[in-house]
């Protein structure tokens, strides 16, 4: 579906990809895994046809810088870095989903579902927005039209746990249907979302294997953490994943499944305090 | 054609938002404002009262104010946008690059030319009210002459916003070039006539060249025909051109540069980077 063959790119003396070679299939979910520098916004920018290259890349044998319409019809994009867009977001709205030939009911259902209100925003600039309302807004762009490769970078970082949980359900809603290409300096973060983990570092891909993970896309994990005495920092940060408490000994709360890895990394800081931990998948309706 | 409008009319919405945009306004709409505060429309000069009076004077005001005005928000709006990455995502839709650079361009133009003849229209509509004549054929005129010189400009700025890749760089280039066309006015023309013994030929020939000049000159054509406060190289431009026919070029060129500059803009933009 997508081929990079033998892909360079150079930024003056600057060598940033090296020879990139990749074939990416249809239900591939990829996880774009590397440190700053490793090339992976450059490569993302190579398959959207925004940056001139050595080699060739094709997507559904169709070159993105010279069919770039044809091309980008069938992608779906989130940046890293919300745009500083003045338009309102009613305006913005309209704007994609026209040159997408979308429907923009479709992706003011996806931004309702991902917890905002379309009548409250559609009169705010854009650029007004707080991080996380923003990214919303841009996830719901991206998966309000019919969109057959989803590139997707950084997307869940200023998400809080509630909507995070939302987005891996319309992921899990398209995962048979779209490749996604998922960027990411942490393959935790992303790790659940996908069955297979590119690594790049300087240019290059120096990693390419599948990921093998049992927990569904939108399962839902009950858990229940006991913990040996009260504390502040703990309770501040449990409640980040809207846990409750009585006594601030027993927290109940709910962790979507892809998200555990995460959670898990967040326990890990308060080891000495937990005394027990529960979680049970259950699938989520 | 439809990404094309879509792409001005985002463009439109843009920069009605933006600080620039305010100040732009605000600057041109206040000019006209304080030329009638200060009665410029009682005083005379050169026989010339009333709007023409005031006409004449927002037109000397608007070629010292115009061209880096344009220049400068132009290349700061569009490099500052490539910066800040709303290229890199609006450019991730499926538009045309064609439908994308051309839609920005004439979105821009509304932009920049709407405040500078909506503040006219303003004048005009005042003064019809105070119960004066209104010298259509100057306003029509210098509505002309605004227009071909906020193309021009426009063009340039589009061409300096796809080469440099930083707006910092785009908005030093461009001041460098609003310099460059400023100094050969009078300045550099006259020192280097004076020291190298510059056939007038060249002379004129560089006046003619410099969208600067040929907007100052057209202007003070349209108040007086005979060119008095030019002196002798009114001959040239006279006897070569005539009235009308200077008027047509300081018309014609400033648009055809400004085409030329956003088609080689284009250029540069399609073959390179796009964020």
Redesign the interface.
């Known amino acids: 579906m997508i081929k990079f063959d033998n892909i360079k790119k150079t930024f003056r003396r600057t060598e940033v990809l090296k020879g990139l070679n990749l074939d990416i299939n249809k239900g591939d979910r990829i996880a774009l895994v590397g440190s700053n520098g490793a090339g992976k916004t450059t490569m993302i920018r190579c398959l959207l046809g925004e940056y001139t290259y050595e080699g060739q890349v094709l997507v559904n044998g169709k070159c993105p810088r010279t069919e770039r319409e044809l091309v980008l019809k069938d992608i779906g994009f989130v940046p890293q870095l919300p745009p500083p867009l003045k338009m309102l977001v009613g305006q913005l709205i309209e704007f994609s989903a026209s040159l997408c030939d979308a429907d923009p009911k479709e992706m003011i259902s996806v931004l309702e579902r991902l917890g905002l209100s379309f009548d409250e925003l559609k009169a705010r600039p854009f650029v007004k927005l707080s991080g996380g309302q923003k990214q919303k807004l841009l996830i719901s762009i991206a998966l309000g039209r019919n969109a057959k490769i989803l590139i997707l970078d950084e997307p869940a970082a200023n998400l809080d746990p509630e909507a995070r949980h939302i987005f891996f359900q319309l992921l899990a809603e398209k995962k048979d249907d779209v490749v996604m290409l998922i960027s990411s300096h942490r393959l935790d973060e992303v790790a659940a979302l996908v069955n297979r983990v590119i690594e790049m570092d300087q240019g290059i891909v120096i990693l390419d294997d599948c990921v093998e993970d049992s927990v569904e896309l939108d399962s839902v994990l009950q858990s229940e953490i006991k913990i040996k005495r009260a504390d502040e920092a703990f309770a501040k940060a449990i409640k980040a994943w809207n846990f409750e408490s009585d006594g601030g000994m027993l927290w109940h709360g709910q962790v979507a499944g892809p998200d555990r890895l995460r959670f898990l990394g967040v326990l890990s800081r308060y080891a000495a305090i937990l005394q027990d931990i529960h979680m049970e998948e259950q699938k989520n309706d | 054609m439809?990404?094309l409008w879509?792409t001005a009319w985002?463009d439109i919405?843009?920069s009605l938002?933006?600080k620039w945009f305010i100040v732009y306004s605000c600057v041109f709409g206040g000019i006209v404002v304080l030329l009638f505060v200060f009665g410029i429309t009682e005083s005379r000069i050169m026989g010339f009262t009333g709007l023409t009076r005031l006409l004449i004077t927002y037109i000397q005001l608007t070629i010292a104010i115009l061209p880096v005005f344009i220049l400068i928000t132009t290349v700061r709006s569009v490099a500052g946008?490539r910066e800040?990455?709303?290229?890199?995502?609006?450019?991730?839709?499926?538009?045309?690059?064609s439908a994308w650079f051309w839609g920005r361009f004439l979105g821009r133009f509304v932009v920049v030319f709407l405040p500078v003849f909506l503040a006219m229209v303003g004048a005009v509509i005042w003064t019809s009210i105070k119960g004066a004549d209104i010298p259509w054929g100057l306003f029509a005129s210098y509505t002309g002459l605004l227009l071909a010189v906020a193309w021009c400009f426009l063009g340039i700025g589009m061409l300096i916003s796809s080469m440099a890749r930083s707006a910092d760089v785009a908005q030093g280039l461009a001041f460098m070039i609003w310099l460059t066309f400023l100094l050969f006015l009078d300045l550099i023309l006259l020192g280097i006539m004076i020291r190298e013994g510059l056939p007038s030929e060249t002379a004129v020939v560089l006046s003619l060249i410099n969208p600067l000049q040929v907007f100052r000159t057209a202007a003070m054509v349209l108040f007086d025909p005979q060119l008095v406060i030019l002196g002798p190289s009114a001959y040239v431009i006279l006897d070569r051109f005539t009235e009308t026919g200077y008027i047509i070029w300081a018309i014609a060129y400033p648009v055809l540069l400004g085409t030329i500059s956003a088609f080689t803009g284009y250029y540069l933009f399609k073959?390179?980077?796009?964020?």
């Open positions: 439809k990404h879509l985002a919405i843009e938002r933006a946008d800040a990455g709303v290229f890199e995502y609006l450019l991730s839709l499926p538009i045309s690059l073959k390179g980077d796009l964020p």
